[in-house]
């Protein structure tokens, strides 16, 4: 009956209510619950940072570092090695970090992101920082200009002394220079090339922050006041060499995508107190892409040391480096500038000067006179042989490698 059918759905109904419990209120279900402890997503330790050990002399490593063109953002950041084999020469380690930079040309201004302060291979400084360390940018701090910057010793509040480029942002070229050195140089770990600690980019500034080395550079030791005789002997002279080669080679065939520096000469090789050279002031350096050569409508470099293809035609390989570098071996064997216009005419240009000398068989005579001794003939003759397959017109026939 209709009676018994009304009981029996009040009870259904009941039933119902009393298993699933009554429906929320209103306020009970506006209450929005946060996912407990297990159900957050915990942050990934950082990957760690890989250290490749390399011996050069024949460059068989290459460092690889992946773009972060990549969608997959695991890979940001990651590089590596392949390692095709050792060989006897100096010890070296590379080491990059996670993190990516961002740099953009608009506006006139180079943009750098939020990711710069966490790469693995610097940090960043703030302009009150570095403004103390070198008391305020005084002049008396200066301790080099060129490369459109000027350089101050300084010292950070943990004791730390550095050296401070402070580029000269009135140009464009300054801060393309800063975006340059921060990706040529930012990740680079080799004891013959000056390291960079960090940077600074705060309104007009763009700084850059580098280890200090301390015991001047090679164009002081060679053409300064230093006395009758000169400290660098036969065998501090070649090391030097050996140094700048090596760090050289590094940027040439350690790095990819590779590095030429295009500004290779005795002021930018710095000496520490043990006499080995850092090569330094990347901020003419270019990188290369995959392809062999780049050509540059602007010709940058310094007069007597660059390649004459590179200075005709802007055409610009690692070999433009090689040629600077055999101008560098001369200078130091010879104790002359590359281009000396103080001298008679026949010795004001290094390298013709050289030549006419060891065509007269007079190698012996183109020794720096404030040498402390005399090297032997056959390593005399083994370095002027060296320079001059380095500063060979045919850039094919340079040396490959340093």
């Given at each position: 009956?209709?009676?018994?059918?009304r009981?029996?759905?009040?009870?259904?109904?009941?039933g119902k209510?009393?298993s699933?419990?009554a429906?929320?209120?209103?306020?009970?279900q506006?209450?929005v619950?946060?996912?407990?402890?297990?159900?957050?997503?915990q942050?990934?330790?950082?990957?760690?940072?890989?250290?490749?050990h390399v011996?050069f002399?024949?460059?068989?490593?290459?460092?690889?570092?992946?773009s972060?063109?990549n969608n997959?953002?695991?890979?940001?950041?990651?590089?590596s090695?392949?390692?095709?084999?050792?060989v006897?020469?100096?010890?070296?380690?590379?080491s990059?970090g996670s993190?990516s930079?961002?740099?953009?040309v608009?506006g006139?201004?180079?943009?750098?992101g939020?990711?710069?302060?966490?790469l693995g291979?610097?940090?960043?400084y703030?302009?009150?920082e570095?403004?103390?360390?070198t008391?305020?940018l005084?002049?008396?701090n200066?301790?080099?200009?060129?490369?459109?910057?000027?350089?101050y010793?300084g010292v950070?509040?943990?004791?730390?002394k550095?050296?401070?480029?402070?580029?000269?942002n009135?140009?464009g070229q300054?801060?393309r220079e800063?975006k340059?050195?921060?990706e040529?140089?930012g990740?680079?770990r080799?004891?013959?090339?000056?390291r960079l600690?960090g940077?600074c980019?705060?309104?007009?500034?763009?700084?850059?922050?580098y280890?200090?080395?301390?015991?001047?550079?090679?164009?002081?030791w060679?053409?300064g006041?230093?006395?009758p005789?000169?400290?660098?002997?036969w065998?501090i002279r070649?090391n030097i060499i050996?140094?700048?080669?090596?760090?050289l080679a590094?940027?040439h065939?350690?790095l990819?995508p590779?590095?030429?520096?295009?500004d290779?000469?005795s002021s930018n090789?710095?000496?520490?107190?043990?006499?080995?050279?850092?090569?330094s002031?990347?901020?003419?350096a270019?990188?290369?892409?995959?392809?062999?050569?780049?050509?540059?409508?602007?010709v940058m470099?310094?007069?007597?040391?660059?390649a004459p293809?590179y200075?005709?035609?802007g055409m610009?390989t690692e070999?433009?480096d090689?040629y600077s570098f055999?101008?560098?071996i001369?200078?130091?064997?010879?104790?002359?500038?590359p281009?000396?216009?103080s001298?008679?005419q026949?010795e004001?240009n290094?390298?013709?000067?050289?030549?006419?000398?060891?065509?007269?068989?007079?190698?012996?005579?183109?020794?720096?006179?404030?040498l402390?001794?005399?090297?032997?003939s056959?390593?005399?003759?083994?370095?002027?042989l060296i320079?001059l397959?380095c500063v060979d017109p045919?850039?094919t026939?340079?040396p490959?490698r340093?």
């Amino acid at each position: 009956c209709l009676t018994s059918r009304r009981h029996r759905r009040r009870r259904t109904v009941a039933g119902k209510y009393s298993s699933a419990g009554a429906p929320p209120a209103k306020e009970i279900q506006e209450i929005v619950h946060l996912p407990g402890p297990h159900m957050l997503r915990q942050p990934q330790a950082p990957a760690p940072v890989p250290e490749i050990h390399v011996d050069f002399g024949k460059v068989e490593h290459r460092v690889v570092v992946h773009s972060d063109n990549n969608n997959n953002s695991n890979n940001r950041g990651v590089s590596s090695g392949e390692s095709k084999g050792t060989v006897s020469g100096c010890e070296t380690t590379s080491s990059f970090g996670s993190g990516s930079v961002v740099l953009g040309v608009g506006g006139g201004g180079v943009g750098v992101g939020p990711e710069v302060s966490h790469l693995g291979w610097g940090r960043w400084y703030t302009l009150r920082e570095l403004e103390a360390a070198t008391n305020g940018l005084c002049e008396e701090n200066v301790i080099g200009e060129g490369g459109y910057g000027i350089v101050y010793s300084g010292v950070l509040s943990d004791g730390t002394k550095v050296a401070v480029k402070n580029l000269l942002n009135n140009k464009g070229q300054a801060e393309r220079e800063f975006k340059v050195e921060v990706e040529a140089i930012g990740r680079v770990r080799h004891k013959n090339l000056v390291r960079l600690l960090g940077y600074c980019v705060e309104g007009a500034y763009r700084m850059l922050v580098y280890e200090y080395v301390n015991n001047g550079n090679l164009e002081q030791w060679l053409h300064g006041d230093v006395g009758p005789v000169s400290p660098l002997t036969w065998d501090i002279r070649m090391n030097i060499i050996l140094g700048t080669a090596r760090g050289l080679a590094y940027l040439h065939e350690g790095l990819e995508p590779k590095v030429v520096h295009r500004d290779v000469k005795s002021s930018n090789i710095l000496i520490d107190r043990q006499w080995n050279s850092k090569v330094s002031d990347f901020g003419l350096a270019k990188l290369l892409c995959s392809e062999n050569s780049y050509v540059t409508t602007r010709v940058m470099g310094t007069f007597g040391y660059v390649a004459p293809e590179y200075a005709c035609t802007g055409m610009l390989t690692e070999k433009s480096d090689v040629y600077s570098f055999g101008i560098l071996i001369m200078e130091i064997i010879t104790g002359r500038s590359p281009v000396d216009y103080s001298r008679p005419q026949g010795e004001v240009n290094l390298i013709d000067w050289l030549k006419t000398m060891v065509g007269n068989r007079k190698a012996e005579e183109v020794v720096d006179p404030k040498l402390p001794e005399m090297p032997t003939s056959k390593a005399l003759k083994r370095a002027i042989l060296i320079a001059l397959r380095c500063v060979d017109p045919d850039a094919t026939k340079r040396p490959k490698r340093d």
